[in-house]
């Protein structure tokens, strides 16, 4: 049997400061491995300092770290996919036990949980907003995830090769990690250490910005992937107003015989008539939601599992 592929995609912006090491650490822990440094518009020196660390370095103009991945991923062709950030902030010499729990599982996706050497690793505010995404998205998809952001992963062909990335920015782990849960992929997780960035670099991570992307992803995907959850809330929400107008002027209406507020009426009616429909398109979205997941699924199981 021959030896898989092995590639590794690394996303870089004005990384010169950490991408050879990166490069010159995944190389040593697996010295069989294709890297491919993808940079999205650097300014200084990360493309020549990739190459010169033996890098493929390649080009992706449309800005974000999801346009890359989105790129890598249709572009390399590999049986294990390995993507790690360009920053120097993870620890390369956890990849091969990451590899080996991909292979021996098998599994198609292994998530580095990181584990932090230093106090300062994360940055303000960080760890708590990704336990807080880390529970929500648990709760609503219903499959537990400890790091959700992380951008250590290992995967098969199979996973990436199914995997629309329509996320444009740092939203892109969500949408891996919902992935995930939606094909129901067997994944493991493997502790990795997460330190500093080198000095020179800078994280390109907007904490409230890209918090509130974060966010809005996980409401889309909860809107596209759980409707019937999303437009049963909007729906009950909807019908407890329209109850609480409704109640006192049925109570009226039955002591008096008039309706003495027309216009609450008719609100508390549309109120009524609104949550039905909400629901009535929860169980549509629902039955849609449902052939795209087959369709999904039977794309995933067209490739072999990885060797």
């Not at 956890?94 to 098998?106: F, H, S």
């Not at 409707?227 to 729906?235: D, S, T």
Request: aromatic share 10%; charged share 20%; hydrophobic share 45%.
């Amino acid at each position: 049997m021959t030896e898989p592929v092995i590639a590794a995609i690394v996303p870089c912006y004005n990384e010169e400061a950490a991408v050879g090491q990166v490069v010159s650490d995944l190389r040593s822990a697996v010295p069989d491995i294709v890297v491919y440094v993808y940079d999205n518009n650097s300014t200084d020196r990360t493309v020549d300092v990739a190459a010169q660390a033996g890098a493929i370095v390649r080009q992706e103009r449309l800005k974000g770290k999801g346009n890359v991945v989105r790129r890598a991923f249709a572009d390399v062709d590999a049986d294990i996919y390995v993507m790690i950030d360009g920053d120097d902030t993870y620890d390369a010499a956890a990849l091969p036990e990451m590899i080996r729990t991909l292979r021996e599982g098998p599994y198609d996706h292994v998530l580095g949980v990181r584990d932090q050497q230093t106090e300062t690793a994360y940055r303000p505010g960080h760890e708590l907003g990704n336990k807080g995404f880390n529970w929500f998205v648990s709760s609503i998809f219903g499959d537990s995830v400890t790091d959700m952001l992380s951008g250590y992963r290992v995967m098969s062909r199979r996973f990436v090769k199914s995997f629309p990335a329509a996320s444009r920015e740092f939203e892109i782990e969500t949408e891996l990690t919902v992935h995930v849960m939606n094909v129901r992929a067997p994944q493991a997780e493997v502790s990795v250490g997460f330190k500093d960035r080198p000095a020179g670099s800078e994280s390109k991570l907007r904490t409230y910005h890209d918090g509130f992307r974060i966010l809005g992803l996980i409401g889309q995907l909860v809107r596209h992937e759980r409707p019937l959850f999303f437009y049963g809330i909007v729906g009950a929400v909807l019908f407890v107003l329209g109850v609480i107008l409704g109640i006192p002027l049925v109570v009226e209406f039955v002591q008096t015989g008039f309706v003495p507020r027309l216009p609450t009426a008719i609100l508390a009616t549309g109120l009524g008539v609104s949550a039905a429909l909400s629901w009535a398109i929860g169980f549509v979205l629902d039955g849609v939601r449902r052939a795209r997941s087959e369709v999904s699924r039977l794309t995933y199981l067209q490739y072999s599992p990885v060797r």
